[in-house]
């Protein structure tokens, strides 16, 4: 089973990152990076040039995704910041995967 179909402690957040991270894979790279560390929940581009999203698992991999987000993200895009909003404790995870959302037309 995987944590958040067992009863584990969850932190969930949100983020938003600024810099040269559209157009870079950050998004692709992004879901690969959390799915990796097992955590779930979304990413997305904003009109206004930055990435936003939603990450939720346990508290390790989200300081580590909290890093990566920070510093490393995508090979070939620029990380000027990034800001966590929101983090807090929840009972149940709100998503069984990581998604990249885009734009309804």
Known sequence: KQWYQRRV????GN???FGKVQGVFFRKCTQEKAKAL???GWVKN????????????PADAITTMKKWLSSEGSPSSRIDKCDFLG???IANA???EFLIRRKSK
């Open 87 to 89: 983090e807090r404790s």
């Open 46 to 57: 904003e009109p206004d040039s930055t990435v936003i999203g939603t990450v939720q698992g």
């Open 38 to 40: 097992g955590l779930v």
């Open 9 to 12: 402690a969850i932190t969930a």
């Open 94 to 96: 709100e998503f069984n």
């Open 15 to 17: 983020f938003k990152v």
